[in-house]
């Protein structure tokens, strides 16, 4: 382990994360894009933090996060841990759990002990860091800590701040798993625990209203048998709408749009943007636009569906079996639609593309096809409405813009009424879902994508963040 500041009299900050935020890019370490950096950042520059994370199997890294003054302290897990604690207990069984069981849960008790195991050595790690510096606040992060709460207040009297970064289901089915009680306790470790939506916070205080009977429910807050009270609360994440905006104007994003505008000249097009995760609705997705193709002769060689998925949990087998529907039904439509001498209809990438790609195909899509059939929140949504209306002004009124449609089963849609709504598992809805935004009049389209992106950029990650912290 490496890596704390010298302690200062400004407040402290621990972070604790599965991973942490950085990779190794040839032999030089960078710091990994993602919300909770960019959230951080600005904090960084005024609290000493140190950030607790698995080292992802590397002995060497940086003592400071690149670029900041913030502190990397690594845990290092063995393979077996990896395969137990991580592939196992965090992804083959909490996950389709958490996700309204849209994949099965498996539970297995040798990866529970391993999942204990871990969350100890993160507290271990986060406590020892943390007695280096001054007054700490400890900040949990997601599913795969939710004893670390608990196992923190056992050693320090410090804040201690949680936050769910995926749905917390309905009492009814997180009462299935064995080791439930244990969960709720570990999450009541905490000061405050936060979720996307308030929905979520209602099913977590309604399984500990349920399933522990030394609890008492006081309005947002769970009082404990000791007198202990626990907060609960609803703080939709978001995106550095600043940021996200800037680049969809810079000189690189707007030279690649062009490319692409000529590759797909005379076509409109769809976008799917997200990791090949069965709780994103990709196969369902598919469908729904071939089912749009054998309705809509009219469409044939107008349309086309860009998706773009990147690689992720490629040891777990049920992620193998997604792989391998999505290359089929990919393979499918295109037999079943492709004119002789005519371009595709389903333009597949297996692969994560650069920020810069992503911009553009963002300002690329007439659609954005945001269609999980569960998730915690979806960043794309806010990245897409972001993005397009950065572009708006330079557009004119007759071009329109790009419409969102979205999935009522995304955190995301708590916050975004105006966009195209669907129920994903509706492959008939989601198909007049898709036609009816395709032929929204271009005002209507500028006037919703207007109250999205003004709705995201008053509620970004900075918001979130102080929301998060705020004593
Ligand atoms: P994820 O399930 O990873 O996050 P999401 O919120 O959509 O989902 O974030 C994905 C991020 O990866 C976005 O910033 C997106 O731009 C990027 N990305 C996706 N596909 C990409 C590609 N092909 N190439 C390049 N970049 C790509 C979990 C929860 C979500 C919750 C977030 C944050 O599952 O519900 O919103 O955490 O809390």
Redesign the pocket.
Known sequence: MSGTQPRSEEPGLVVLSNRLPVSRVGNKWQTSAG?LVTALLPLVSTRPTSWVGWDGGSHKLPEKLPGTDAGLVGVGLSRADVKAYYDGFSNATLWPLFHDLVGTPEFQRSWWEAYQRVNRSFAEAALKTGEELSSPTYWVQDYQLMLVPQLLRAGTDAPVRYFL??PFPAPELFARLPWRDQLLRGLLGADTVSFHTEHYRRNFVRACALLLTDVTVRGRDIVLEDGRVVHTQANP?SIDTTDFAEDARSEEVTGRLQRLRRQFAGRRVLLG???L?YTKGIPERLLAFERLLEDREDLHGRVCLVQ???PSRGDVEEYQRLRDLVDQLVGRINGRFTRPGEDVPVHYFHR??ARED?LAYYLLADLMLVTPLK??????AK?FVTVQHAALSARSATEGAGALVLSEFT?AADEMPQAYLCNPFDLDGVSAVMATALSAAPEERRRRLDLLARRVRRHDIHAWAERELDQ
């Open positions: 919300g970064h995926i994440i943007v997200d990791r995760d773009i998925a990147v994560g593309v992503l998730d915690g929140m979806n960043l794309v990245e955190g």
